[in-house]
């Protein structure tokens, strides 16, 4: 697994199938971004079917089929749509292209999953949920930082067994290497793709809400800067700050700035403070002392403990998710959850504090 640029980044996990084989049926409609390649693993172990496959982009498209041989390459995405035997729709498109595309899918009767942002507007966001609640379809979003990590999985399961008690601070740090000769022009475009606190600072507001426990939550602050003087229309730094219903508080951090040295992608981490322990992820690597990633240290009233998780926990979210789509329940995410997530994240983004100077 290529680790050093996160827009490859592709984790995989030992099969796990939730249903038999051809019960669950699934189509790739945009592959604009890496992360098309986790959804669509994190699928096919759970034991879904990779039936189609679309992208204007004939290069996309034969990568794609290298990755998956066997999956049927659509004329267009209105094949995809019609065809009455896919029931999901899997996307990663250019992230001002996931809305519209999820409402087209829940109108042709499929379920919707698309990579994180879901939306660059709260007029999108607005949009789905009254789509959601016009058509009972599903609009799944793959906040893969802590649904596509070992540690980030095993820690909820400590939060959920009482490890550390209550939940009252979650800070995130979600560094991310930019390499920018390889970033298509999308990227740089803030209109497109939705700002750095709609994009990468998602990933941090989901898992606060999911290990906080909250129901909802308050911007205090957000800011955004572009320190880097050859791309001056782009975000490479951001952050805010919320307090939820509960009274958790949350603090997080991301950025376009992992050194060169680093043997990731970036130095993920996360600290959970409770009223009766701490939890500390290391998501991708220890840094300077281990390669691989997925630590977890924990330390609470039975001691200091370091639990290395990696091959150990799997990814229960796709298996969930295709669960949900068959029964119509809520096992992986509620819809709830997922929206709000991303509307924190947009407001935060919107009402950012922009901070003018530069280096270099």
Known sequence: ???????????????????????????????????????????????????????????????????????????????????PGVQLIASASIPCDRGPLGLRSMDHGKDYFTDKPPFTSLEQLAAARAKVQETGKKYAVYYSERLHVEAAVHAGRLVQDGAIGRVLSVIGFGPHRMNGANRPDWFWDKRRSGGILCDIGSHQIEQFLYWSGAKSARLLHSKVANYRAEHPGFEDYGDATFVADNGATHFMRVDWYTPDGLSTWGDGRTFITGTEGTIELRKYLDVARDPEGDHVYLV?????????????????????????????????????????????????????????????
């Open 300 to 360: 609470n009233r039975d001691g200091e403990l370091h639990l290395p998780v990696r091959g150990k926990v799997g990814f229960p979210f796709f298996g969930e998710l295709i669960l949900d789509c068959l029964e119509r329940t809520e096992r992986a995410m509620t819809q709830a959850h997922t929206f709000l997530a991303i509307e924190l994240a947009l407001e935060a983004q919107t009402r950012a504090l922009r901070i003018e100077e530069r280096v270099g």
């Open 1 to 83: 697994m290529q680790k050093t640029d996160g827009m490859s980044y592709a984790p995989t996990g030992a099969p796990n199938k939730v249903c038999a084989e051809g019960e669950f049926r699934f189509a790739a409609v945009g592959l604009d971004h890496g992360h098309i390649y986790g959804m669509c693993n994190g699928l096919r172990e759970a034991g879904a079917e990779l039936r189609l496959v679309y992208d204007p982009d004939p290069s996309k498209v034969a990568a794609f089929v290298k990755a998956y041989p066997g999956v049927r390459v659509a004329s267009s995405e209105e094949a995809v749509l019609n065809d």
